[in-house]
Each structure stands twice: as C-alpha cells, then as structure tokens.
C-alpha cells in the first residue's frame, strides 16, 4: 500500500516504500517526525487485536499525529473493531464514521480505499456482530452518497451480516460448508442438504435486497 511522510530534511512528499528521501538522501524512517509516525503506526499494528481498544484509542488520540494519513488509518481499522465488538452490534451512525474516515484519507492515496474494502472482506460477516436492516439501508446510502463501493463489494458483505442476524450463525456456516466445493460429497442426503440451505440463502437475501 502506499502511504507517504514528509521528509524533515528538505519537506519534500517521500513514499514509505522507499528506504531514504529521493530528492535529499534523509534516512527519513530513522529521524525525525517521520521516524515518530512509523513507531507509532507500527505500535496500533501490535496492539490493535492484543490490548484494551479503549486505551488504544486514547493513544491516538493524544497523539500529535492522530490526523496524520498513516495514523488515521489503523485509527480507522481500530475503530471499527471496537464497534463490532463493544456491544455486538454495528450501527450505522458508527460505520459509516469508520468510512468517512478512510474517504477522507484516500484523498492522499487511493490505495487506503482498496485496502480497506479488502480488509472489510476480512472482518465480514462476523458471528459476533449484529448489523439491522434499517442500519444497512442508511451505510448504503451514504456509500452512494460518496460514489463509493461501484462494485457492491461493501454491500454484499453488508447483505450477508444482515442475513446472519437475521438467521443466525449456524445457518450460515453451514451454507458456507455444503456450499464449499471442497467438502462436496456425492450422495443424496448431502445434496439435499446443500440444495436446501442454497435456497434458504437466496430466498432470505432476495427478500433483503427488495426492502432496500
């Protein structure tokens, strides 16, 4: 992903893919306010899935850096751990906070959209989040209201948190294992069975899909 800093010695926009300033030579990673951003990045990277979030955040936050790019980011992936997380339920109010954030910061590089749609793939759908219809229906507006997600990405993965609160999460991992190709077994009871939960799904997220 590319990410950029701000050499101190000469100010010039440096890429964090580079090992020393282009234009000055400044082994900017090393010194400096850069230096300071990278340490920082690098803690909310160990800490995000291993600490108290809370205090996480407060770190950030206190931070001279809590607007950097870089910062905002993990801030951002942080973030929404915690919302998934606290109480168990995603509201809309909270994710789309999330993704104004990463919008925001993709103004400097479009490389922190794709990789965090990549990472929401990641996150979701969770068995440990509830996410209502009615929230849903709001993050997709404002996703259109961004022009954002013109492949449905976001939105498909949202489609199939709604279904498992709805359904509940036994449902869906067992659609998820009948449906794998690699656990096929070719004998009636299994197919039955495969066929059974593939028209659950679709018969649930159609009925989704035209409530939006």
């Given at each position: 992903m590319r990410e950029f800093l701000v050499c101190d010695m000469c100010t010039a926009t440096v890429s964090t893919e580079t090992s020393i300033c282009d234009f000055c030579g400044n082994d900017f990673k090393n010194s400096g306010s850069s230096a300071e951003i990278l340490?920082?990045?690098?803690?909310?990277?160990?800490?995000?899935?291993?600490?108290?979030?809370?205090?996480?955040?407060?770190?950030?936050?206190?931070?001279k850096f809590k607007d950097h790019p870089i910062i905002l980011y993990r801030k951002a992936k942080a973030l929404l751990i915690d919302y998934m997380t606290n109480d168990g339920v995603l509201d809309a109010e909270e994710f789309c906070e999330v993704i104004n954030i990463i919008n925001t910061i993709s103004k400097v590089s479009e490389d922190y959209w794709t990789e965090f749609v990549l990472y929401l793939t990641v996150l979701f759908p969770s068995?440990?989040?509830?996410?209502?219809?009615?929230?849903?229906?709001?993050?997709?507006?404002?996703?259109l209201s961004l022009n954002r997600d013109e492949d449905k990405i976001?939105?498909?993965?949202?489609?199939?948190?709604?279904?498992?609160?709805?359904?509940?999460?036994?449902?869906?991992?067992?659609?998820?294992?009948?449906?794998?190709?690699?656990?096929?077994?070719?004998?009636?009871?299994?197919?039955h069975k495969k066929n059974h939960l593939s028209d659950k799904y679709e018969n649930l997220k159609t009925k989704i899909e035209e409530q939006l």
């Open positions: 340490r920082l990045k690098d803690e909310i990277e160990k800490k995000m899935y291993a600490s108290d979030l809370n205090d996480l955040l407060t770190r950030i936050n206190k931070s068995s440990h989040t509830k996410l209502y219809l009615e929230d849903f229906k709001l993050i997709r507006s404002f996703l976001i939105e498909n993965r949202m489609i199939q948190q709604v279904l498992i609160s709805e359904a509940g999460d036994t449902f869906f991992k067992e659609y998820q294992f009948y449906t794998d190709p690699k656990n096929y077994i070719n004998n009636s009871d299994f197919i």
